[in-house]
């Protein structure tokens, strides 16, 4: 089993198809328009999210301008600065991820699975429905789909047990969709 295997796709926190599918696209396995072209698919195999380049899975889920852009999106909220890798294993690769409990961390450890898999689902939509939503109505909806799984990993903490760090701090102030619920008679509030 490859590092980045164990760090981004086997965690409790993200949904089992988004792990899956980062499984899947981090060991080349999806059908991007490279793999299709193998396979003996004949067509125009271009990028449907920035119609630049053809279609493959670096370009798809990480070099791609709309890519860039989600990728980006998440990291800035984690306020995490730095280089990003040309192809998607080494990015994968380098994901750091830390063992202390903390909402900062739950993030950071979905934020891969959750990209990968928004991404493919709006590529997905406008190759099979033809329907293409702008990069900011994609955002928001990154922003949800990782706000909802954040909330729902707090949902089934005893919150009082977690430490709440300095990195946790300026995340909720930076993703004020995340919500936390009491959770058997515990009260945390996040001032």
């Given at each position: 089993m490859?590092?980045?295997?164990?760090?981004?796709?086997?965690?409790?926190?993200c949904?089992?198809?988004a792990?899956?599918f980062s499984w899947?696209?981090?060991?080349r396995?999806?059908?991007?328009g490279?793999?299709l072209?193998?396979?003996?698919?004949v067509?125009?195999f271009?990028?449907?999210?920035?119609?630049?380049?053809?279609?493959d899975v670096?370009?798809?889920l990480l070099n791609?301008?709309?890519?860039?852009e989600?990728w980006l999106?998440?990291?800035q909220?984690l306020n995490?600065?730095?280089p990003?890798a040309?192809?998607l294993?080494?990015w994968?690769d380098?994901?750091?991820v830390?063992?202390?409990?903390?909402?900062?961390?739950?993030?950071w450890k979905?934020?891969?699975?959750?990209?990968l898999?928004e991404l493919?689902?709006?590529?997905n939509?406008?190759?099979f429905?033809g329907k293409a939503?702008?990069?900011?109505r994609?955002?928001?909806r990154?922003?949800?789909?990782?706000s909802?799984?954040?909330?729902?990993?707090?949902s089934?903490?005893n919150l009082?047990k977690?430490?709440f760090t300095?990195?946790?701090?300026s995340?909720?102030?930076?993703?004020?969709?995340?919500?936390f619920r009491?959770v058997?008679?515990?009260?945390?509030?996040n001032?």
């Amino acid at each position: 089993m490859k590092e980045w295997e164990t760090k981004v796709c086997w965690n409790n926190v993200c949904l089992p198809k988004a792990r899956a599918f980062s499984w899947l696209a981090g060991n080349r396995r999806i059908l991007s328009g490279d793999c299709l072209r193998k396979m003996g698919f004949v067509g125009p195999f271009r990028c449907v999210l920035c119609e630049k380049a053809e279609e493959d899975v670096d370009h798809l889920l990480l070099n791609c301008e709309f890519a860039q852009e989600a990728w980006l999106f998440g990291l800035q909220r984690l306020n995490w600065k730095g280089p990003m890798a040309g192809n998607l294993c080494d990015w994968l690769d380098s994901w750091l991820v830390s063992g202390k409990p903390s909402t900062f961390a739950t993030v950071w450890k979905i934020l891969p699975s959750i990209v990968l898999w928004e991404l493919w689902k709006e590529r997905n939509r406008r190759v099979f429905e033809g329907k293409a939503e702008n990069r900011q109505r994609f955002l928001i909806r990154l922003e949800r789909a990782i706000s909802e799984l954040v909330s729902n990993a707090a949902s089934h903490v005893n919150l009082a047990k977690v430490p709440f760090t300095q990195f946790d701090a300026s995340f909720l102030l930076s993703w004020p969709l995340v919500k936390f619920r009491p959770v058997n008679g515990h009260l945390r509030a996040n001032l």
